[in-house]
């Protein structure tokens, strides 16, 4: 009786066994596995020494990286073998614990180039900061798949920026600013999911005042004392004003009232401030941003609808948002911070300093020509003009061995994932498999695009790295434990529906 129960389990176990590995994405493991070798093979390239053959030598970065490379498919398989209920079941456990981790690891990991983000485990070095992904993504998912959760409820709303936000003021305690800025990619799986709109055009709209207000703000407008970037994001304020009263309300009188009326008001002080008597534009905008406040509140008063009084504290914000981010920039900010920021900006050169980097890298990147210089014949790379060329600026050495067509693989390689991605996410049957999917897309979507266009010059450098390619177990393991999660869960839904 006992081996009759006992061969019925081990049948059981074997048939559970069968369905995981018939339900897996294989897709999106061959796209996986095509990115670790393909990232090898930068980083030999990128570490590689002149008549330093043996890239198995684990004294060299090329070896650790084989290490973690091989590990890495370890974790992966203990990921998929594990039940997927489990990931459910102790998704705040496992938040808890890494936050907790974050916390000891202010006070205990040592100062290494100015941070303090890196445990040192004897001959190991691990960056908590990159294991919080996804124990932020599995607290979310656990908390958003709740029977009673609702967007609209503002409690649910205040739990969700507490389990974004928390995480990220760790982070920065470490001064590791660049990984913290990532959990700003969660907002866009929030949208998702049913974020009102207006919060993500209030994030666009926070970067293109700052960018404009910062850019600008020591260029003048024609002959007047007005600051272009004040004056531009200060009129952006009223021209938002009265395109959002008429997209929630649809009255033309309240708009005419702002935009006629103010746009008069600007044209008139400019021909006085030009042909009459200089002055700053800037405080005829105050005046007319108080007035188009004060007309927002009484409309919401006197016909109550809250929408207008809502749009009115939207002015109010982007207009504390410009002054703040001007404070932030100039009082905030380390000087080295600022110079990159001015140097994306175009505000300065610097190419031997916070712009040396980024130089370098478009250099490498565009000596690669169409096909490259083929495996191990870059001279940029191989000369070491790239400061961290096998983590952060990793690209540059597939651009410059690889060529147009190499890089053109890599991103096009990138995007299947990111389209994969968005497949398996919409296929969950769950809410828990939904959510989680979408926040593992999103912390991909931030980082090819941050650490992409800082080698090319587009982004600020604010260190990330590149998924699957820069040197690291840290960032390796991290990205493998997001996506075999969601494998893990994908495979299981065929049990759940």
């Known amino acids: 009786m006992v081996s009759i129960i006992n061969r019925k389990i081990v049948n059981k176990l074997v048939t559970r066994r069968d369905s995981i590995w018939k339900s897996l994405d294989w897709v999106t493991i061959a796209v996986y596995l095509m990115l670790i070798i393909f990232g090898w093979f930068s980083i030999c390239g990128a570490s590689y020494d002149y008549g330093d053959r043996d890239f198995l030598d684990f004294s060299t970065r090329a070896g650790k990286q084989f290490v973690w490379i091989i590990c890495s498919f370890g974790l992966g398989f203990v990921l998929l073998m594990l039940d997927d209920t489990l990931y459910d079941m102790f998704s705040y456990l496992i938040y808890i614990g890494l936050m907790l981790l974050l916390i000891v690891t202010i006070f205990i990991a040592p100062d290494t180039k100015g941070s303090r983000s890196w445990l040192i485990l004897g001959p190991v070095s691990l960056q908590p900061a990159e294991f919080a992904k996804f124990a932020t993504a599995l607290a979310l998912a656990k908390y958003m798949s709740a029977y009673s959760f609702t967007m609209k409820n503002w409690k649910n709303a205040l739990m969700l920026a507490f389990l974004v936000l928390f995480p ?4 920065i305690l470490q001064r590791e600013t660049g990984s913290a800025l990532v959990y700003l990619a969660f907002f866009l799986m929030l949208y998702r999911e049913g974020m009102p709109g207006v919060v993500l055009f209030s994030g666009i709209c926070a970067v293109v005042y700052f960018v404009v207000g910062i850019r600008f703000d020591a260029v003048m407008i024609a002959d007047t004392p007005t600051p272009i970037g004040e004056f531009a994001v200060l009129l952006m304020v009223l ?9 929630y309300k649809k009255r033309w009188e309240p708009v005419r009232n702002i935009l ?3 746009l008069g008001t600007l044209l008139v002080a400019y021909l006085i401030s030009e042909y009459v008597i200089p002055f700053n534009l800037v405080w005829v905008q105050w005046g007319l941003c108080v007035l188009v406040v004060g007309y927002l509140v009484f409309l919401s008063l006197s016909e109550r609808h809250l929408a207008y009084f809502l749009i009115g504290l939207f002015a109010l914000g982007s207009i504390g948002f410009l002054y703040s981010s001007d404070y932030f920039f100039n009082q905030v900010l380390e000087p080295h911070q600022q110079i990159r920021i001015k140097v994306v900006l175009g505000m300065e050169e610097d190419l031997a300093g916070a712009g040396y980097n980024v130089n370098q890298s478009k250099i490498a990147i565009g000596s690669g020509g169409l096909t490259g210089k083929g495996f191990l014949n870059g001279t940029q790379t191989k000369l070491k003009y790239v400061p961290e060329q096998d983590t952060d600026f990793i690209f540059c050495t597939v651009g ?6 190499g890089s053109t693989v890599v991103l096009l390689l990138f995007l299947t994932l990111i389209l994969r991605l968005i497949s398996v996410a919409e296929r969950q049957p769950s809410a ?3 959510v989680y999917g979408y926040s ?10 941050i650490n992409i266009g800082m080698v090319l010059g587009l982004t600020p450098v604010i260190g990330i790295p590149l998924p699957f390619f ?7 393991w991290g990205f493998t434990i997001l996506l ?6 994908d495979a299981g839904r065929n049990r759940r529906l």
């Open 470 to 476: 820069s040197y690291g177990g840290s960032s390796l």
């Open 484 to 489: 075999f999660i969601f494998l893990r869960i």
């Open 400 to 405: 410059e061995e690889e060529g147009f067509i």
């Open 239 to 247: 021209l938002f004003a009265g395109g959002m009263v008429w997209v």
């Open 432 to 434: 828990f498999g939904r």
């Open 168 to 171: 990220m003021m760790l982070i």
């Open 440 to 449: 593992v897309l999103s912390i991909f979507l931030f980082h090819l695009f």
């Open 260 to 262: 006629v009326g103010s």
